[in-house]
């Protein structure tokens, strides 16, 4: 096991919730990214081009990485900050640091 890798669930929740419309806009993005994994499967089923279905993919994957970058600069803003002024910044940052690792990897 790597022991460098983060928590599927790190039992925390975020300094400052998540407001309707930030939730909205995430799963938004969420739900046409399903559409486009779907999308690819149909593509499959139909035998289609193989650069047509890796085009799609590198969207996909550009698409999550948006919304994951998103999500860290909103961690990063709210909960690292508030970590930082409560003077528990150390821990904050390394996590955050693995965190954007572990991101940079996929």
């Given amino acids: 096991m790597d022991h460098s890798m983060l928590p599927e669930d790190s039992g925390r929740k975020p300094v400052m919730p998540r407001t309707d419309e930030e939730k ?6 969420l739900k046409r990214i399903e559409g486009q994994v779907r999308g690819i499967q149909k593509m499959i089923e139909e035998d289609r081009y193989c650069v047509d279905v890796l085009v799609q993919i590198s969207a996909i994957n550009a698409a999550l990485k ?9 961690h990063t803003n709210h909960c690292v900050a508030d970590a930082i002024h409560k003077g528990d910044g150390d821990e904050a940052i390394q996590e955050l640091i693995k965190v954007m690792e572990q991101f940079s990897k996929s």
């Fill in 66 to 74: 948006k919304v994951g970058f998103s999500l860290m600069e909103r």
């Fill in 24 to 29: 909205q806009k995430v799963l938004n993005r």
